[in-house]
């Protein structure tokens, strides 16, 4: 199994920028979840889908942040406009049966 | 607000020697416990997970439960420089089908 896959693995872009963040979850699992990892405020859940629903979105930091799952394959987080206070390392993970989380990559955004 | 505490550390200790971890939640209701490790650039990746109260054993590890105080510790015996990373307790929450995470303990073996 290919695992978690996420893109890109590093971002760089300018305040006011769109991003988008790309996850693929390992094949079969029916949860995922995107967090945010930053030295300051340690790993964040920043929404979560059960079977391509968001259930709880309580950790996206405003409006400007979105995040879509149109299919069991593919999710995007979404930041419009961003700043640079986004700066983080953005996970996804996913999950079968909402136990062990298995975590991507990362995606490490840089907003200047 | 459901919330898992961990010391951030640095914790040093010497090669051979046992690391001790803790990990104490608020979630009382809670089931189900993990332990993560993190290196440094890396992604979180589970190493052990318990739900019972008392020990579990796996090779070097031993995660252990006290669910009346709200208590997880990992015990790594034998410690090895390559056990250097940050360690994180995660809590599966009792009302949601989320886990909440600690903000890790940031664990140094010196040779």
């Known amino acids: 199994d290919a695992g978690v896959i996420q893109s890109p693995r590093h971002e760089v872009t300018e305040m006011g920028q769109e991003v988008t963040l790309r996850c693929k979850p390992i094949?079969?699992?029916?949860?995922l979840f995107w967090y945010r990892q930053t030295m300051m405020r340690g790993l964040e859940l920043l929404i979560y889908?059960?079977?391509?629903?968001?259930?709880?979105d309580s950790g996206m930091p405003e409006d400007r942040f979105s995040a879509k799952m149109p299919n069991a394959s593919f999710s995007t987080l979404k930041i419009q406009p961003s700043e640079p206070r986004d700066s983080a390392v953005y996970f996804c993970?996913?999950?079968?049966?909402?136990?062990?989380?298995?975590f991507g990559p990362g995606t490490r955004l840089l907003v200047l | 607000q459901k919330e898992v505490e961990q010391n951030s550390g640095p914790l040093s200790v010497p090669e051979g020697a046992i690391a001790s971890l803790n990990c104490t939640y608020s979630d009382r209701g809670s089931q189900s416990f993990f332990w993560y490790r993190q290196y440094s650039g890396k992604s979180p990746e589970l190493i052990m997970s318990?739900?019972?109260?008392g020990d579990k054993e796996d090779g070097r590890f031993t995660a252990q439960l006290n669910k009346a105080s709200q208590y997880v510790s990992l015990l790594i015996r034998d410690s090895q420089p390559s056990d250097s990373a940050t360690y994180l307790c995660?809590?599966?929450?009792?009302?949601?089908?989320?886990?909440?995470f600690g903000s890790g303990t940031r664990l140094s073996i010196r040779p």
């Open positions: 889908f059960n079977n391509n629903v968001p259930i709880d």
């Open positions: 995660a809590v599966k929450d009792s009302s949601a089908s989320k886990i909440i």
């Open positions: 993970a996913s999950t079968l049966g909402e136990e062990t989380q298995y």
């Open positions: 094949s079969g699992h029916n949860s």
């Open positions: 318990i739900y019972s109260n």
